[in-house]
């Protein structure tokens, strides 16, 4: 299967791409449209989830790249930044910042499966994020044990801003000054922190376009860091996992809690807030 994530208020034109297709009856309510096109099987799902039943070959890709390239609304490069783990008791805080240069290179990102990292798989996830890496990206790492000395009560968000920050800034080293580039922020605090972030990223690269957002995995770029966080948190905690032959995941709240080494893996002050035994 091959899937893509389009806005929903695109749905309609999108299917307009194959008014000569064979139309297939919806098989429930969630289906917008069901096609054969050159031996392929189309769903289109009402949220916008756009489902091949393989990768698109030839002119059904191309087609689909020429519609998002059209549809593409920035004037230059876009780097997006995400984060993952900040909510985890298990496992670093990461963030992730992608820079997407062109309408193309946007186009061709959402067409290799660009959406909220939390729609994919594990067997999806880890497939897309090696189609992201192709592209400039940033990592920053925050494992537990600098995790548990950094952090004091209130200030989770300052750590925010300096792992974002400095991913964006490592990729606005790659962006010509003179051209326009937007830079997208997942929301990840108050209106306090987010002008502090703006304000420092400004003073990096005045000729930059800043917007942070919810929901901002509706964008290519930060799609796309939303799959390298996310991917990097799941391999630290395999890897860790591996390293030490325990199974992380597995371990109840009392083996956490009780286990010698927990500080490696474990944001401590997380563990306060935990209650029972999942």
């Known amino acids: 299967m091959h899937t893509i994530r389009l806005p929903q208020e695109q749905l309609s034109e999108f299917t307009q791409l194959f008014s000569g297709a064979q139309r297939i009856n919806a098989k429930n309510e969630y289906e917008y449209g069901r ?42 490069p876009v780097i997006g930044s995400d984060e993952a783990g900040k909510g985890e008791s298990l496992g670093p805080m990461i ?11 946007r186009a061709l990102a959402r067409f290799n499966g660009a959406m909220d990292s939390k729609e994919l798989s594990a067997v999806q996830l880890s497939e897309v994020s090696k189609r992201m890496k192709e592209y400039p990206h940033a990592v920053r790492i925050m494992p537990p044990s600098d995790f548990n000395v950094r952090f004091n009560a209130g200030n989770l968000n300052e750590l925010l801003i300096d792992m974002h920050l400095s991913a964006i800034e490592s990729l606005l080293k790659k962006v010509d000054n003179s051209e326009k580039c937007t830079i997208i922020i997942d929301k990840f605090c108050g209106r306090k922190h987010e002008h502090e972030l703006e304000s420092k990223l400004h003073s990096i690269n005045g000729n930059s376009d800043i917007t942070i957002t919810t929901k901002g995995e509706r964008f290519e770029a930060v799609a796309a860091a939303s799959i390298l966080a996310k991917s990097e948190y799941e391999k630290w905690l395999d890897d860790y996992s591996h390293m030490h032959k325990i199974d992380v995941r597995s371990l109840t709240l009392s083996q956490i809690r009780s286990h010698k080494n927990k500080e490696e893996f474990c944001k401590l002050a997380y563990l306060a807030g935990r209650k029972g035994d999942d």
């Not at 099987?41 to 059904?60: E, L, N």
């Not at 963030?95 to 062109?102: D, F, N, Q």
């Open 95 to 105: 963030v992730s910042a992608v820079l997407l240069r062109t309408p193309e290179d």
């Open 35 to 76: 096609y054969k096109i050159d031996g392929l099987t189309m769903i289109i799902y009402t949220s916008g989830k756009v489902v091949f039943s393989d990768i698109p070959p030839g002119s059904i890709r191309e087609r689909i790249i020429g519609f998002l390239v059209e549809h593409d609304p920035f004037p230059g």
